[in-house]
């Protein structure tokens, strides 16, 4: 394939990368994802990148802000050495939204993915982070472009869909939170949980699931993650501030865990996670909200990836 020595085709890559991740290694891991979302290697074009990469951005001063705050949660990095992982999440942002200034807009918690891109496209041998532009160029222009348009409306429809889930699936803690507008889930949507992750090998297991998904896996993993602290929301469900102050300290791992307990609840997370998407796929039965026409849920299956199974053709009378 020209990327890496996995004889899996794409996909059935995809599908290892949604059930059970791709591995511990990360040498290859920004290659991987790059079949994943469709990219050639030889559609990669590195000047093209640095030259954007390079452009005054818009949100130059916000991008610069949030990028000084970055990468240091994943690893105790020489000064020297956090500075260059820093440089390298700047040229990644700037690669990817420059290239479609004026119609991708930044926003706050971006910076969050471009982290565990940029750490992990400097694992592989390459000369520039073209490649991890090029990951995140695709993503907001398709699994995160509900995100990166000039409001938050389709944010705001997307937290509807997850309380109109949660009801189907755990209709008592749907109930209990459709009391008030689930804003707490706007920065698990928006950073696909990343915010608050320690770990970066639970970072790249949480990545190799939604690149390998559909754009609303993220309304899944936040049921899984609400379904598993059921007892304690409920719990707290009588107060409205005690409610809002339990669910913005809820976390997909536990800091205090250690890595591996924390690897292992993030993977049953998506297990759970995956069996309601099964159970409740993102069509017209679970979901009474039309998906908005060029949402990143209504161009789904995107030009990369197979198109859906034709449905049976109904019986002969």
């Not at 307990?261 to 039965?285: G, M, S, V």
């Amino acid at each position: 394939n020209g990327f890496d020595d996995d004889d899996d085709d794409d996909d059935a890559l995809r599908e290892r990368a949604r059930r059970v991740g791709l591995g511990a290694a990360l040498e290859t891991r920004a290659a991987r994802w790059a079949r994943a979302l469709g990219i050639a290697r030889e559609g990669v074009d590195e000047a093209a990148f640095a030259a954007f990469a390079a452009a005054r951005a818009r949100d130059e001063r916000t991008v610069a802000a949030d990028v000084s705050r970055s990468a240091q949660q994943y690893a105790l990095l020489a000064e020297e050495e956090l500075e260059e992982v820093r440089n390298e999440i700047r040229e990644i942002l700037g690669g990817a939204l420059n290239a479609h200034a004026g119609g991708v807009h930044y926003y706050q918690g971006l910076h969050d993915v471009a982290t565990a891109v940029a750490l992990v496209d400097r694992k592989r041998p390459r000369g520039t982070p073209a490649m991890g532009a090029a990951i995140l160029e695709r993503l907001v222009l398709f699994h995160l472009r509900d995100h990166t348009r000039k409001d938050l409306s389709s944010t705001m429809e997307m937290t509807a869909m997850f309380l109109e889930l949660l009801t189907k699936v755990a209709p008592e803690l749907g109930d209990a939170l459709g009391r008030a507008p689930p804003f707490y889930a706007v920065s698990w949507f928006m950073c696909l949980f990343l915010h608050d992750v320690r770990v970066l090998d639970v970072a790249v297991r949480l990545l190799d699931l939604f690149i390998a998904s559909h754009p609303l896996m993220p309304i899944y993993v936040g049921a899984a993650l609400v379904m598993a602290n059921k007892a304690e929301i409920l719990k707290k469900s009588s107060d409205a501030l005690d409610l809002h102050s339990t669910m913005a300290r809820l976390r997909v791992t536990d800091a205090t865990a250690t890595v591996d307990e924390q690897f292992a609840h993030t993977q049953r997370l998506i297990e759970i996670a995956l069996q309601i998407y099964a159970d409740h796929p993102p069509d017209r039965r679970t979901f009474t909200l039309a998906f908005a026409r060029n949402s990143a849920s209504a161009r789904f299956p995107y030009p990369w990836l197979p198109p859906p199974p034709r449905p049976p053709p109904p019986p002969v009378p």
